[in-house]
């Protein structure tokens, strides 16, 4: 490209920053100098109201003051972690507001409770309640991303996008004359071919009047929460490197979770495994053979679900789970649909094997086939492999080439993307998974 083609890469590429927000550009709550402020104000006057009916004299009362001020701080850390989640594909659904109320709630709790501060019930739950109503109201103002006009640039990764999300408003620009006319959707162009100089000019000039424009490579990971693995080049790979400093903090919540977990499930656990062993004769844990962080083999330890028979951790076929497989048995199928069957590989995570989130370790056998006929997947082992993923709550339980392609592409993301609000957000997907019934997809 020449000179104003890398102008406009870098102009467009500016706006490829926000592109998990880009089709919602009457995103309100994005917006976050602008939302907090009048979500404050808005609670301030329903708590304010509510105490002056109840509490006339006691406005002015610490307990008051305690429970304004700790739902001023649980409706400020629930809105950003609220807009945090937006910004992850698949989560722009109002199913994700309560939970995001979880975390701010309980700290309050512990904060109220350890420090031993009054508070006053009605007070606190009528700043927190509408707190929660007003991100409802906010996230029902917002524009849906189906109903923004997509226009593309002529492209052969364009056209791919069209095909590929066909739930979008899409047209296809004949002529670079008419992208001053899109500004009220967005622009989508393949900034890495070679685009004429025409197009090149006309993108600039649209950027330069506020029409926003985004690489389809970026938006396509923004929609569907994968990256394209045909597309890695060195400079891809660079930006695969996971935060280095979330590892370190990711570690300590391992150890300080798995722990924990271990203790309180204990008894729970013991039970799975009378219940394991009352059921099908054989031992209640079965080890099995995986590759997992930097490409090391370890035997993972799981609740057995399948009947009793010899193991071989080198033939590809009989390490395939089928759709209502004969060799599961029947307390086996519940521990799969509710992914109870994992619980014990809570000690993988203590020794440092596995980590609560991340990339699925695969049998011994499949990683070899899949290394073979997949590129590149081996990088999916840069991070410790996880209990529970993003490709496990997007996808579920794949084992043909095919699928595997998309779920590498979802453990791409993630290594990308990996943070304590993916995490997070991965950790309460899975509990709806559990919940539905759903952990054997």
């Given at each position: ?155 052969q990764k364009t056209r791919e996008l069209a095909a590929e999300l066909s739930f979008l408003n899409i047209e296809m620009l004949a002529s670079p004359g008419e992208l001053m006319r899109c500004g009220d959707g967005a622009v989508v162009a393949d900034l890495r071919q070679d685009l004429s100089g025409d197009w090149e000019r006309g993108i600039a000039h649209a950027v330069i009047n506020g029409v926003p424009v985004y690489n389809v490579k970026q938006l396509r990971e923004s929609l569907t929460g994968r990256v394209q693995i045909e597309t890695l080049s060195e400079n891809s790979f660079g930006a695969l490197v996971p935060s280095l400093s979330y590892l370190l903090l990711k570690r300590a919540i391992d150890l300080f979770g798995s722990l924990l977990a271990l203790i309180v499930l204990l008894v729970p656990m013991v039970l799975i495994a009378i219940t ?166």
């Amino acid at each position: 490209m020449d000179m104003q083609s890398s102008k406009t890469t870098a102009m467009a590429g500016s706006a490829t920053a926000s592109a998990g927000s880009a089709l919602g550009r009457r995103a309100w709550l994005e917006r976050f100098t602008f939302a907090l402020p009048l979500m404050t104000v808005f609670v301030f006057a329903v708590q304010a109201t509510t105490i002056m009916v109840l509490y006339p004299r006691l406005f002015n009362d610490p307990a008051m003051i305690n429970s304004m001020g700790g739902a001023f701080l649980v409706n400020t850390a629930a809105a950003l972690i609220f807009r945090e989640f937006r910004r992850t594909p698949g989560t722009r659904r109002f199913a994700f507001i309560l939970p995001s109320y979880i975390v701010p709630v309980l700290m309050l709790a512990f904060g109220l409770l350890g420090l031993r501060l009054d508070y006053n019930n009605y007070a606190l739950m009528s700043g927190i309640l509408s707190g929660v109503a007003f991100i409802y109201f906010i996230s029902a103002l917002q524009r849906p991303t189906s109903g923004r006009k997509v226009y593309l640039v002529p492209g052969q990764k364009t056209r791919e996008l069209a095909a590929e999300l066909s739930f979008l408003n899409i047209e296809m620009l004949a002529s670079p004359g008419e992208l001053m006319r899109c500004g009220d959707g967005a622009v989508v162009a393949d900034l890495r071919q070679d685009l004429s100089g025409d197009w090149e000019r006309g993108i600039a000039h649209a950027v330069i009047n506020g029409v926003p424009v985004y690489n389809v490579k970026q938006l396509r990971e923004s929609l569907t929460g994968r990256v394209q693995i045909e597309t890695l080049s060195e400079n891809s790979f660079g930006a695969l490197v996971p935060s280095l400093s979330y590892l370190l903090l990711k570690r300590a919540i391992d150890l300080f979770g798995s722990l924990l977990a271990l203790i309180v499930l204990l008894v729970p656990m013991v039970l799975i495994a009378i219940t394991i062993r009352i059921g099908s004769p054989g031992p209640a844990l079965y080890r099995h053979r995986r590759v997992g962080y930097r490409g090391k083999e370890f035997d993972t330890i799981k609740f057995r679900t399948m009947h009793s028979r010899q193991q071989d951790d080198g033939d590809l076929e009989s390490q395939k789970t089928l759709d209502n497989d004969p060799r599961v048995t029947a307390i086996g199928r519940f521990l799969r649909n509710t992914r109870l069957d994992e619980l014990p590989q809570l000690i993988n995570v203590l020794r440092g094997e596995m980590s609560l989130i991340g990339p699925r370790p695969e049998a011994l056998a499949l990683s070899r086939w899949y290394d073979e006929h997949l590129d590149f997947y081996d990088y999916r082992h840069i991070v410790r492999p996880g209990i529970t993923g993003w490709a496990q709550v997007n996808q579920g339980h794949v084992t043909e080439l095919d699928d595997v392609y998309v779920k590498l592409q979802y453990d791409f993301y993630y290594i990308k993307n990996v943070s304590a609000w993916l995490d997070l957000l991965i950790a309460l997907r899975t509990l709806a998974v559990m919940v539905n019934f759903r952990g054997a997809r």
